[in-house]
C-alpha cells in the first residue's frame, strides 16, 4: 500500500509529499526571486525584521525603564535625555514605543495564528464534504462577518475584561471567517480533482486527504490573508487600547499611549507626542501589507517573474 | 426581477436570526444577571428570587430568547441598567439621527472624493499621478483614522483654531446651520478616510476593467472625445460593482462610527455604545449590537438590489 502511495505520489500536482520529493527547493527559489523583485515588498520585509527586532531587544535598547515616572520631566521635549520626549507623567517615549511594539506584534502574530487555524479548518471541512455541513457553517460566516466588529469586540472586551490574553482570545474567534471563506473556495474548487479522487480510490482518510494532499495547495493564499491579517489585527488592538478597552496602562502599547494624547496639555504644549505612536502602527502596518501584496504576487504562478 | 428580489429577502431572514442567536449568546455569558446590578446586595435571598421569577430569569433559556426576540421585533429593548427606568429604545432614538447625519456626510465626501481620484489614476495609468494615489492609498489603509482626527484636532482646532474640538453644536448657542456644519466637517471628513483608500482603489480597477471593453473602444473609433467616452460610456458602467463594494464596506463603516464619535465626542449611537459598554449597561450594549448588524444586513440586501437593478446583464 505505502509503495504504491508513494510510487503515485509524484503525479498530483503540488502536495506536501511532492515537495519534498521534486523540485522544492526550485519553487522556493523562483518565489523568493519574485518575492525580490518587488521593490515595496523588500522594504516591507526590511522594515519588519528591523520592528521585529526592535520588540525582541527592547530590554536592551530602550534607554529607560518604560514604566519609570519623573514627574519633573513630563511633556519633556526630544532631546538629550529624552530621544522622543517623555509623556505627560515623564515616562520615556523611545522606551515606551519599544516595549510597545512586543505588546502589538505579540497581538497580531497570536490572534492571526489563532484565527488562521480555526478559519482553516472550518474552511476545509465546508469546502471538502459541501452540501448542509457547508450550507450551515457558511451561513455563520456571514452572520458573524454582518457584526461590525469593532461593535463585537468591545461588547466581549466587556464581557471578559481586557487583558493581553484576553484580546488575542476575542480576536481569534472571530477573526477566521476571511480565511474560512478562502480556504473553503480552493477546497471546493480542488475536492473534485484528479489527484484527490486518487487518493480517495486508495482509501486514503479524509482527514489526511485535507491536511497533507488538499491543503499545501491552499497554503500560499492562507500565507497572505495571514500576513496582511496581522496588520489589521494591529490596527483593532491600537483602536481598542485608544479607547481604553485594550491594553491597560502601565503596560505600553501603541493605541493606549494615543488614549493619554487626547489631553489639553499634550495638545497645546507637546505636540510631537502624538505623532510617534501613529507613525508607528502606521509604519508596521504598512510593512505587513507591503509584504502580503509581494507575497500574493510570488505565490501566484500566473505572474511570472 | 421579483422573484429574485423576494429570494434575496428571504436569505436575509436566516442570517438575521443567527444574528439574533449570537448577540443572545454573548449576552447571556455576561457574568452576573440583571439583579445583580440593579439590586440592593443585602436583599434577602426570598425576594431576590421573587425578582428572579418576575423578570423571568428562572424560564428556560429557550424560553428568555423567545421573549427576548418577541420583545425586540416589536421595538422594544428592555431598560437601561444604570439610567434606570429609561427605556433603550428612547436612548438610542435619541441619538440615531446624530449618527446617521455623520454616517451620510462622510460617505458623501468618501464618494466625491475617491471616485474622481480611482478614474484619473485609471485613465493615466502608470503615471506620476497613478503612482502618487496608489502609494497615498496604501498609506490610508495602514493609518489608524482615529489618529488622523487626533492629528487633525491638535493642528486644525487646538492650535490654528479653525474647527471646533469636538460635539454637535456650540452649547448654549442658538441653533444655526452654518455651527452644525463647522461641527460635522472634520469628523465626517476622518470617518471617510476610513474607507477611501479602498474606494479609490476599487474604482481605479472597476474603470480600468470597463476602459479595456469592446464598446469603449468602437465609442472611441467612432471618434467621440475622450471625455465623452470616459464619463458617458465609461463611468456609468465602472459605478455599478462599486455599489457592491459600498454593501462590504458598511461593517466598518458603522463599526468606525464608535471610535470617530469618541474621538469628536460626537453624541451618536457609537459614543452612546462606549458609554454603555464603560458602565456594563448590557441592554444598551446588545440593542446597539443587534441594531448594528441589522442595519449591515439591510445594507447589503439593499446593494444587491440596486446592482440587479442596475446591471441590465444580469438575469435571474
Redesign the interface.
Known sequence: MTLTNERRIPKKPVSAEDHSLIGHEAIWKVMLRKFMKNKLAVIGAVLLIMIVGAAIFAPMLAPKDPSQQVLLDKLAPPGKDYPLGADNLGRDTLSRLLYGARISLLVGFASVAGSIFIGTVIGAIAGYFGGILDAVLM??V???????????L??????FEPSIFTLIAIFAVFGWTGTARLVRGEFLSLRKSEFVLAARTLGISNTRIIFSHILPNALGPIIVSATLGV?GVI?AE??LS????GIQPPTPSWGNM?QS??N?QI??GA?WY??F??FM???T??AF??VGDGLRDAFDPKIDD | MTTYIIRRCLMAI??LF??SV?SFG?MK???GDPTALMMDPMIKQENLEAYKESYGLNDSIVVQYGRWLGNMVQGNFGESFIRQGVPVSELITARLPNTLLLMLVSTFIAFIISIPLGVWSATKRNSLQDYAITVVS??G????N??IG??L???LS??LGWFPIGGVATYGEPFSIWDRLHHLVLPAFVLATADMAGLTRYSRSSMLDVLRQDYIRTAKANGFRQKTVIFKHGLRNALIPIITIFGLML??F???S??IE??FAWPGIGLL??EA??Q?DYPV??A??VI??TL??IG?LLADILYAVFDPRIEY
Request: charged share 5%.
Open positions: 451561513r455563520i456571514d452572520a458573524i462577518i454582518s457584526f461590525p466588529s469593532l461593535f463585537l468591545i461588547t466581549l472586551v466587556t464581557i496588520g490596527l491600537a483602536g485608544y479607547l481604553g478597552l494615543l494624547a487626547q489639553p495638545m497645546l505636540w502624538p505623532l505612536p501613529g502602527i502606521l509604519i502596518v504598512l501589507n507591503f | 436566516p442570517l443567527l444574528i449570537i454573548i455569558m455576561a457574568p496604501f498609506l489603509v495602514a493609518t489608524p482615529f489618529w487626533l492629528v484636532i491638535m493642528v487646538v492650535h461593517p466598518s458603522i463599526g468606525g464608535v471610535i469618541s474621538v455604545f462606549m459598554a464603560f456594563r450594549i446588545m446597539v449590537v448594528a448588524a449591515v444586513v447589503n
